[in-house]
């Protein structure tokens, strides 16, 4: 049985911010992102750790199966450098790989830098006997993590490329969670015409 309230989990993975090098920017856009972009109740489950691959596992183990969240959002750690193993960790815990967000992303950012090719973001599902959830890693800066979600728009406002996001609500609703609700003027959830609730009576 699923909570009402949609709980998100948000990881920053990050040797410095984790260390107290520098703070960490990751969760605060994050959070004000979904603000920003979701209609629906939600509370946040925030952990900050480093680029280590066993306590990557353990964190998105901890938030899907203890913390019962229904989406959880990884941010950092997903280029080609060796200390990059947040992939990895997303690909060890999952029961279904869900290609698509992660080729979408690159899409996104390859209409900014040609380095985009270099990320690995991925996401997945993790299952349980009693709950599931969506697992998605973003790009590590702010400005990127906001291009993913919400995808490009032109000068009038017209959407040119998808987020990701507009998928997310149909996803959690096919794996069992909460229904997610959207700012229209964020990003504009999509469902098929079947999976729509009814718009509540005047």
């Given at each position: 049985m699923t909570s009402d309230v949609l709980v998100v989990g948000l990881v920053s993975v990050s040797d410095r911010a984790s260390g107290g090098?520098?703070?960490?920017?990751?969760?605060?856009?994050?959070?004000?992102?979904?603000k920003s972009a979701l209609t629906t109740p939600f509370?946040?489950?925030?952990?900050?750790?480093?680029?280590?691959?066993a306590q990557i596992e353990a964190t998105l183990v901890e938030l899907v199966d203890g913390a019962r969240c229904h989406l959880v959002l990884t941010t950092g750690g997903t280029g080609p450098s060796r200390r990059d193993v947040t992939p990895e960790?997303?690909?060890a815990i999952a029961t279904k790989e869900m290609p698509g967000f992660g080729e979408q992303m690159r899409q996104i950012s390859l209409a900014f830098v040609p380095t985009a090719i270099l990320s690995r973001q991925t996401a997945v599902i993790r299952e349980t006997p009693d709950h599931?959830?969506?697992?998605?890693?973003?790009?590590?800066q702010p400005k990127a993590i906001k291009e993913?979600?919400?995808g490009l728009r032109d000068a009038d406002g017209k959407q040119l490329v998808g987020g990701i996001f507009a998928a997310v609500p149909y996803c959690v609703d096919l794996i069992g969670g909460p229904y997610m609700e959207t700012n229209p003027a964020v990003c504009k959830a999509f469902r098929p015409k079947s999976a729509l609730k009814p718009a509540p009576a005047n």
């Open positions: 090098v520098y703070q960490d920017q990751g969760i605060p856009a994050l959070e004000d992102w979904l509370r946040v489950e925030t952990r900050l750790i480093p680029d280590e691959r960790a997303t690909l599931a959830a969506l697992v998605m890693n973003l790009p590590g993913t979600l919400e």
